[in-house]
């Protein structure tokens, strides 16, 4: 969470005065488990599960000669990180759905692995080579942010919303809750 606002508060000094104000850059502190990052239309969670995880025996990490020497080095903690329009809280609209595009796995030893949706800092594969710090978390996050930008939104297929009830029309309409 440290290296989150950190980063957020030099990303919001570097933008300061560059773009429209209107286009957000906000950390925000959700408790201990969570955090998020607003920026521009994208809301990023970062959430914390409180278990400890296993692997199953098809996953890439029990072919690592970190995990192959100690078994108890696959047993991680896991960070999930979420994509979001951040008008879909804004508004209540909670039919919207957002995409994990990332899972940052932490074992007992500090030791780390990255799955996701344009990560391309540490890999499966990699498993126990690096100990997580502040530029790898610099690294995570900024893929992640890459992603996050870069992701179109997408509508929903005509045939799947061509005919609505008025009650779901009127509701949608007194809550501004389309789906998007």
């Known amino acids: 969470k440290e290296t989150l606002l950190e980063m957020a508060s030099e990303m919001d000094d570097e933008l300061d005065g560059k ?29 914390m599960h409180t278990d400890v995880f296993e692997f199953d025996d098809a996953h890439p990490i029990w072919k690592t000669p970190y995990v192959q020497a100690d078994r108890e080095n696959s ?28 899972r940052l796995f932490i074992n007992r030893d500090r030791r780390y692995f990255v799955e996701g949706k344009g990560q391309t800092t540490l890999r499966a594969a990699d498993f126990g080579k690096d100990e997580i710090d502040h530029d790898a978390l610099i690294a995570i996050l900024e893929s992640a942010i890459a992603f996050s930008l870069d992701f179109d939104l997408l509508l929903p297929p005509y045939e799947e919303n061509k005919r609505v009830t008025v009650d779901q029309f009127n509701t949608k309409m007194d809550n501004s809750k389309f789906v998007t």
């Open 19 to 47: 773009l429209d104000r209107r286009v957000r850059l906000e950390y925000r502190d959700r408790g201990k488990f969570e955090a998020q990052l607003q920026i521009a239309n994208d809301l990023l969670i970062f959430q």
């Open 75 to 102: 047993y991680c903690g896991v960070v999930n990180i979420y994509n979001f329009l951040s008008d879909s809280f804004k508004f209540n609209r909670n039919a919207d759905e957002g995409y994990l595009i990332g």
